[in-house]
């Protein structure tokens, strides 16, 4: 089956300006996790979504980004008035069930360039 | 918060060689997931495996929990192995949820 989608594939933005980055998880997926990798990095989590569940957000760096999902489908990640420093890689992850020792299935990222 | 530490950080390999890579860890986790970031930057699962050992073709892996490491082995390796492995455990994020925490990766290379 389809796998986890994100869009766009590349952004370029200029500084103090705001983009919306989006995730397709896996259709049945009720646990959704977005991660930052900066380069040469390992990744770092951001914010998780479990079904009609209050996220946990302890991972967002500012309160210049912020993340929404519509019950079990699309999320979209919103970075406000874009630093150079939030160039990174963003990583939406899904995972079937809210039990934390199933696996997570990883898209292809979006790369960030923030001139 | 949980510490993943991964080595050697970079490693470099004759095609057909073998090799292990390590992941230690600093405290009990129920899930440990080995990952292969390959050079257009997609997260690919290789192993989820919390305890015991795993094989998939020329891949395995050991999880020894109660000594905190996993080891992933790549057993005659090709070009296409190159990239980056990772290990990833389950950490309580300490707002009500469990989130992978990634360790920084072995750089694998393979040359012909």
């Known amino acids: 089956g389809a796998g986890v989608s994100q869009s766009p594939s590349n952004k370029v933005t200029e500084k103090g300006k705001d983009v919306e980055l989006r995730c397709d998880p896996i259709s049945g997926h009720t646990a959704l996790y977005w991660y930052r990798q900066s380069l040469g990095q390992g990744l770092e989590f951001l914010i998780y979504f479990q079904g009609n569940s209050a996220p946990d957000k302890s991972g967002l760096p500012s309160d210049r980004f912020s993340a929404e999902r519509t019950g079990e489908s699309v999320s979209t990640l919103t970075i406000q008035r874009t630093q150079q420093e939030d160039s990174a890689v963003y990583l939406c992850?899904?995972?079937?069930?809210?039990?934390?020792?199933?696996?997570?299935?990883f898209g292809p990222g979006t790369r960030l360039t923030v001139l | 918060g949980i510490q993943v530490e991964q080595s050697p950080p970079d490693l470099i390999l004759q095609e057909g060689a073998n090799s292990t890579l390590r992941c230690n860890f600093s405290?009990?986790?129920?899930?440990l997931q080995w990952f292969h970031q390959n050079p257009w930057g997609q997260l690919i699962n290789l192993f989820y495996?919390?305890?015991g050992t795993k094989q998939n073709g020329r891949l395995s892996a050991t999880t020894v929990a109660t000594e905190r490491y996993s080891l992933l082995y790549i057993s005659s390796s090709q070009t296409t192995d190159s990239g980056v492995y990772f290990c990833?455990?389950?950490?309580?994020?300490?707002?009500?949820?469990?989130?992978?925490?990634f360790g920084k990766g072995t750089k694998l290379s393979v040359i012909p």
């Open positions: 495996i919390p305890s």
């Open positions: 990833a455990v389950n950490a309580y994020s300490g707002a009500g949820s469990y989130q992978l925490t």
């Open positions: 992850a899904s995972r079937r069930t809210g039990t934390s020792t199933d696996t997570q299935y």
């Open positions: 405290d009990s986790v129920n899930n």
